[in-house]
Every structure is written in C-alpha cells, then in structure tokens.
C-alpha cells in the first residue's frame, strides 16, 4: 500500500499563498489518482481536489476552483496543491489521498499538514 506524507503547511496571511506537497512511497505513483481533502476544526472532512493519472484530467471543490490547482510530477511521485488567494476559511488540516484511477476511490491518507490562515 502506497504511504503518503503531506508538508508545506504553516500560518500565512489572507491573501497569500502556499503549496502544499504530498510525497508518496511504496507503490507505484503514476498508476494513482491523488486527491486532496481538508477538515476545518468542528467540521467533517471534505473534499479539495483530485487528479488522475492523467494530468490534464483535474476535478474541484466549488469552493476552491479558480484559487486552488492540483498537480502531480510523477518522476518525483510527488503531488502537489497550489493555493492562492488564501482566505481565513480555508484554515484546516490538508490530507493527500491515493486512490484507484478512473473511479478516486481513495484509500490510502497521509497524516495531514495545517494551514492556519490570518486575518
């Protein structure tokens, strides 16, 4: 099973920005879907975005589209999320997810990386 570690979280200012990473190992990185999830605090975890194996096939949140975009880099199996425009409700803990191609079927979580956004 492929195992997922997040980073590139931290306390930024509204309006600014951040990429968060997700490194894989184990497994075979360019066969996965990857997705990301975030859960604010007293709230259920919700989905961010997701890529599949197939770069240019990209999928958002109404929330975030436009400010937000999914990547991956598949030489250094590693998938990332760009966000700009950051705003006070978009602090949470970010997870990464790896899943099955084609359905995002995800099953395998990283421990997850905060961002805190001030106002």
């Known amino acids: 099973q492929v195992q997922l570690v997040e980073s590139g979280g931290g306390v930024v200012q509204a309006g600014g920005s951040l990429r968060l990473s997700c490194a894989a190992s184990?497994?075979?990185?360019?066969?996965?879907?990857m997705g990301w999830y975030r859960q604010a605090p007293d709230k259920e975890r919700s989905f961010v975005a997701a890529?599949?194996?197939?770069?240019?096939?990209?999928h958002y949140a109404n929330a975030v589209r436009g400010r937000f975009t999914i990547s991956r880099d598949n030489a250094k199996n590693t998938a990332f999320l760009h966000i700009d425009g950051l705003i006070p409700e978009d602090t949470a803990v970010y997870y990464c997810?790896?899943?099955?191609?084609?359905?995002?079927?995800?099953?395998?979580w990283g421990r997850g990386t905060q961002v805190t956004v001030s106002s």
């Open positions: 890529i599949g194996v197939n770069a240019g096939d990209t």
């Open positions: 184990g497994g075979t990185f360019s066969r996965y879907a």
């Open positions: 997810a790896a899943g099955t191609s084609g359905t995002f079927d995800f099953a395998s």
